[in-house]
């Protein structure tokens, strides 16, 4: 258990460094989300940008702070699928809009990289969650 702690402060300060520049910068956010080509209206593209702002802070509150995992494992899955997701239709594309939120769910440049760093991140999301619903 006390491994399965260490993995969710770990998780939760990965998710907090991406959330506090995406605070920071949330119109480079929003510019780097629009390069995505993925919604044509902006007006949904303004709120989604800042639900996903507010949606990683709260998943790194939770993350660190003991609390409902089954509404935090819904949470988590649903916000990395996008962002893998998102990526994946994208990858190899290289774009003029970059926020530099830790290079994780907006990069200049999709790779493989970037892919295979947010699958990690949900996998580590459904295990560390997996593990405290099932106890």
Do not use: H, W
């Amino acid at each position: 258990m006390i491994l399965i702690n260490i993995c969710k402060i770990l998780l939760g300060i990965v998710f907090l460094k991406s959330s506090f520049i995406k605070t920071k910068k949330p119109y480079q956010f929003y510019k780097a989300l629009g390069d995505y080509n993925f919604l044509k209206n902006n007006k949904l593209l303004i709120g989604l940008s800042t639900c996903l702002i507010v949606l990683e802070q709260l998943l790194c509150i939770f993350l660190i702070l003991p609390s409902k995992p089954i509404i935090f494992l819904s949470l988590g899955l649903l916000v990395q699928l996008f962002y893998v997701t998102l990526l994946f239709f994208n990858i190899g594309r290289n774009f003029k809009n970059n926020c530099e939120c830790f290079s994780l769910n907006a990069p200049a440049v999709v790779t493989g990289k970037n892919i295979s760093i947010n699958i990690f991140l949900l996998i580590s999301i459904f295990i560390i969650y997996g593990f405290l619903i099932r106890y």
